[in-house]
């Protein structure tokens, strides 16, 4: 149901124009298409309760869509280069937040330093572990072709 709507407002925007009209048009098309991603997923956790955020839930349906080929890569690339590139922007709300916090950051502030250098590094060798089994796993498909 999402990909043929996704296919149908990407075809919209002719994805070979270079005009700033038409490359402001696509990343307004796909962003929206990837927000329209994110609100179903959100639905879909709201509706059913589920444990897990929207976020991610929008995630996996983004990339099952990618790999069952219900939605070329050409056709949110530009929005998500887009959304990627001004992801700072995302981050002035907490960074606002945290001033408001200086008396926890100075009485718990190691403690947090510690949470978040560990937490990054957690996160750091997992995503080294799964590109590694990705690796291996492209390296097995191409040598059995």
Known sequence: M??????RLAASVRLD???????VSRIAVQSAALAGVWFAADF?????GLPIPGGVVG???LL????????????????????LSDMLLFFIPAAVAAV????????????????????TLMVMVAVA??????????????LRR
């Open 2 to 7: 999402i990909s043929p709507l996704i296919a």
């Open 17 to 23: 124009s270079t005009s700033p009209v038409a490359k």
């Open 44 to 48: 879909i956790v709201r509706r059913f």
């Open 59 to 61: 995630l996996v349906m």
């Open 64 to 83: 099952a869509l990618l790999f069952c080929g219900g939605v070329a890569p050409r056709w949110v690339k530009a929005g998500a280069d887009w959304l």
């Open 100 to 119: 408001q916090y200086g008396g926890l950051f100075r009485e718990d502030g190691w403690r947090l330093a510690l949470v978040v250098v560990a937490g």
């Open 129 to 142: 572990f799964a590109v590694e089994q990705a690796a291996r796993l492209e390296r097995r498909l191409a």
